[in-house]
C-alpha cells in the first residue's frame, strides 16, 4: 500500500482569485507540486516553505517533460510523499488529467481530483462572452483545437458540429484556426458567423481579437496573437460589446512597478490588481529584526515611564507587540501612555490590538504630528519612538528641542533585497513598464542602490513615476527623477486613486484594431 497521495488539482484559467478553497487547503499540506506553464505561480506560495517545486512545461509545442515523464514522475514522487499535480483550468478537461489518474490506479497510488474553473467558461465571461443567452443559444460544446498527432483520424464530427451547436468553444486552436474556420465554413456555418480569440484570458495580459469566420484568421495575424488561447464561435460573441466589463477596468492593460516592502504589498498590490493593473513586485527594502532586541526590550520593560509612544510605521506597531508578548506582557502594560500614529494604516494596526489611538494628524507624515501637538508644553515629557534602525531625525530632534526627553529605539531595520535587478532593468529597456511606485523615501533609495543611475535614468524616460507623498517626491526628485503622480492624501489607497486617475486621463478613445463590432 502506498504511503503517499496524488491529489489532480484545477488551478482555474490564471486569475489566482479562482483557485478553488479545495485546491489552496490541499496545497497547503502539499509535500511536492508538480505545475504546469498554466498554472499561476502565485498559487505556490499556498504550499510550505519545504515543500519541493517542480516545473513540468506544458507549452504549446515546448514541454520541458514530455507528458510520459511527468506521468513517471508523478508515480515516483507519491509513493510515499504528498503530492499536488497543479494544472491549469479543470484536469479532467482537455488537461489530461484523466490519463495521469489511469497512471496512479495502475500504480496502487490512492488520489483526489479537485475540480477547477475551467477555461471554457471563465475566458469568455473575462472578454465579455455569455457561452448562453435566451436571444441567442441554448447549446454549447467544448472542443479540442489541437488533436493528438499520432492519431491520423479526427474525433470531431465537423457535419454535426458546424450546424448543431450554437457556442462552439475550441481550447489551444491558434495554430489550427485557419483550418478550424475553414473546416467549420465548409460543413454549413455561415461565414459572417462572429468569433472571439482571447489570450491568457482572465489575466492582466488578456488580448482579445474579434472578427468573423471569414476574417479572423488575417485579424489574429496582424494582432500577433499566440497561444494560450481560447476560441469562441457564435453569435454570443456579438455581446462583448456590451458586457466587456474586465477589459474595461481603469488600469487595464498597465504593468505598474511596485517597490513596497513584500510584506506590505499585498494591501497595494491587490487595490492596483482590481483597478485592472498588471502589479510586478520588485521590492526595493525588506523587513527584519534589529541586529538586538536589548533597546526595545528595556523600553518594553520601563512602559510606565512614559507619557508618549509614537508609531510611525505599521511595521513599528507589528514588531513592538511581538516583542511585548515575547516578555510575556500585553498591552495592559500601555495603560497610562498616550498613543500617537503617523497615518490610519498604523492606527489601525493599534486598534486591532484593542488600544485608542490618541493621535493621528491630518497630513501622515512626522511634522505633522509635531503640528497637532500644538503649544502644548513639552518640557520634560517621556516620548518613545520604536521605528526603522535608520530613519529621518526630524521628529526627535524636533521635541528635544522643545524640551522633550525623547528615546528612539530599533524595532525593525530595513535591508535591500538585491534578486530580480536585471529582469526589471531589461522590462524597462523593452518599455514594458507604464509606472514605478514609491511609498517611501528608502524605497527611492533602495532602488537606486541596485542601478547604475547613469544607465537606469534614461530607461525611466517614459515611465510615470508616482509618489506616495511629498517626503518621498522629494527623494525621487533629488535622484533625478520627474514626478507625474502624487495623491491629496498621503496614504496608500490615496495613492492608488491618484494612478488610477493619472491613467484614465490617457486612456485611448479610439477603438483598438480588432475590435470593431461584428454584423
Not at 520604536?386 to 530632534?397: F, G, Q, S, Y
Request: net charge neutral; proline share 7%.
Amino acid at each position: 500500500m502506498s504511503k503517499g497521495k496524488a491529489y489532480l488539482v484545477g488551478a482555474g484559467p490564471g486569475d489566482p482569485g479562482l483557485l478553488t478553497l479545495r485546491g489552496r487547503e490541499v496545497l497547503e499540506k502539499a509535500e511536492v507540486v508538480i505545475y504546469d506553464y498554466l498554472a499561476n505561480e502565485e498559487f505556490l506560495k499556498y504550499a510550505p516553505p519545504d515543500a519541493e517545486k517542480i516545473y513540468v512545461g506544458k507549452k504549446g509545442g515546448d514541454h520541458t517533460l514530455s507528458q510520459d515523464g511527468i506521468n513517471a514522475l508523478l508515480v515516483a514522487k507519491a509513493r510515499d510523499r504528498v503530492v499536488v499535480r497543479l494544472k491549469g483550468g479543470d484536469p479532467f478537461v482537455f488537461g489530461r488529467g484523466g490519463e495521469e489518474a489511469q497512471v496512479l490506479v495502475e500504480a496502487g497510488i490512492p488520489f483526489e481530483v479537485v475540480p477547477g474553473v475551467t477555461a471554457a467558461v471563465s475566458v469568455p465571461a473575462y472578454a465579455g462572452i455569455p457561452l448562453s443567452h435566451r436571444d441567442h443559444t441554448a447549446s454549447m460544446a467544448f472542443v479540442t483545437g489541437h488533436e493528438r498527432e499520432d492519431k491520423g483520424d479526427s474525433k470531431i464530427a465537423w457535419d454535426k458540429l458546424a450546424t448543431g451547436v450554437g457556442t462552439l468553444v475550441f481550447f489551444m486552436g491558434v495554430k489550427n484556426l485557419p483550418e478550424i474556420c475553414r473546416s467549420l465554413i465548409a460543413h454549413g456555418r455561415p461565414a459572417r458567423t462572429p468569433v472571439a480569440v482571447i489570450r491568457w484570458g482572465t489575466t492582466p495580459d488578456q488580448q482579445t481579437v474579434t472578427g468573423t469566420l471569414e476574417n479572423i484568421v488575417e485579424r489574429v495575424r496582424e494582432a500577433q496573437l499566440k497561444p494560450p488561447a481560447i476560441t469562441v464561435v457564435g453569435d454570443v460573441v456579438n455581446l462583448r460589446g456590451e458586457l466587456n466589463w474586465f477589459e474595461n477596468r481603469p488600469l487595464f492593460g498597465r504593468r505598474i512597478v511596485v517597490t513596497r516592502a513584500r510584506e506590505q504589498a499585498s494591501d497595494f498590490k491587490g487595490m492596483l490588481t482590481e483597478l485592472g493593473a498588471h502589479c510586478i513586485e520588485f521590492p526595493t527594502i525588506a523587513i527584519e529584526p534589529p541586529p538586538s532586541w536589548r533597546e526595545l526590550d528595556e523600553a518594553i520593560r520601563r512602559l510606565a515611564s512614559y507619557d508618549w509612544a509614537i508609531f510611525t510605521s505599521v511595521n513599528g506597531v507589528r514588531f513592538f507587540m511581538e516583542r511585548l508578548r515575547a516578555l510575556g506582557l500585553d498591552v495592559r502594560e500601555l495603560k497610562g501612555v498616550r498613543l500617537a500614529a503617523i497615518g490610519p494604516k498604523t492606527a489601525e494596526a493599534l486598534e486591532k490590538t484593542g488600544l485608542r489611538v490618541d493621535l493621528v494628524p491630518s497630513e501622515y507624515r512626522a511634522e505633522s504630528i509635531l503640528d497637532s501637538l500644538g503649544d502644548a508644553d513639552l518640557r520634560e515629557r517621556r516620548f518613545l519612538i520604536p521605528r526603522a534602525m535608520v530613519a529621518r531625525d526630524i521628529l526627535p530632534e524636533t521635541l528635544r528641542a522643545k524640551g522633550a526627553l525623547v528615546e528612539v529605539v530599533p524595532a525593525y531595520r530595513t535591508v535591500i533585497p538585491r534578486e530580480r535587478g536585471p529582469e526589471i532593468a531589461e522590462r524597462f529597456r523593452k518599455a514594458e513598464i507604464h509606472c514605478l511606485t514609491f511609498t517611501s523615501s528608502s524605497t527611492v533609495s533602495n532602488f537606486f542602490s541596485l542601478f547604475d543611475r547613469g544607465e537606469i535614468l534614461p530607461l525611466l524616460e517614459g515611465v510615470a513615476i508616482a509618489c506616495i507623498g511629498p517626503v518621498t517626491a522629494q527623494t525621487a526628485v533629488k535622484h533625478g527623477l520627474k514626478v507625474h503622480i502624487m495623491p491629496a492624501e498621503y496614504t496608500i489607497p490615496g495613492l492608488a486613486n491618484a494612478i488610477c486617475s493619472h491613467f484614465e486621463a490617457k486612456r485611448p478613445e479610439k477603438p483598438v484594431p480588432g475590435e470593431d463590432p461584428v454584423d
